[in-house]
């Protein structure tokens, strides 16, 4: 039976992107609270990232780190976590606010850089 899925969307790959209900209330806002009601940001991230990076952690280098702007949130951006199932879906498997990229993403391997408008 396929879990129940919260948010849905594609990237602006064209990879479909999804959340489980079970992930979102059992692992993102059991440490992540402050994201309790804001799924629709999470979404947002995941259709209009400014950047998607590779992790830069080699036990999870197949991950894709998405970061975008996190209004109203405790901090400026919004970090995605996905993992790939296939070249085609990922699922994600964390989310959380930061102030800025960090060093959790490998820049050698950018994905995804949004365009200036």
């Not at 879906?89 to 102030?99: G, K, M, N, R």
């Amino acid at each position: 039976m396929q879990e129940k899925r919260l948010i849905e969307t594609l990237d602006p790959r064209g990879i479909y992107v999804y959340c489980t209900t079970e992930r979102w209330y059992e692992h993102i806002l059991m440490q992540h609270d402050d994201l309790e009601g804001n799924e629709s940001q999470v979404e947002n991230v995941i259709k209009n990232p400014s950047t998607i990076y590779g992790s830069s952690n080699p036990k999870f280098s197949e991950r894709d780190v998405y970061h975008g702007r996190a209004d109203g949130l405790s901090k400026k951006q919004l970090r995605v976590i996905t993992k790939p199932l296939d070249g085609q879906t990922q699922e994600v498997v964390s989310a959380f606010p930061v102030e800025e990229m960090g060093d959790s993403v490998d820049k050698q391997r950018p994905k995804y850089i949004k365009p200036h408008d």
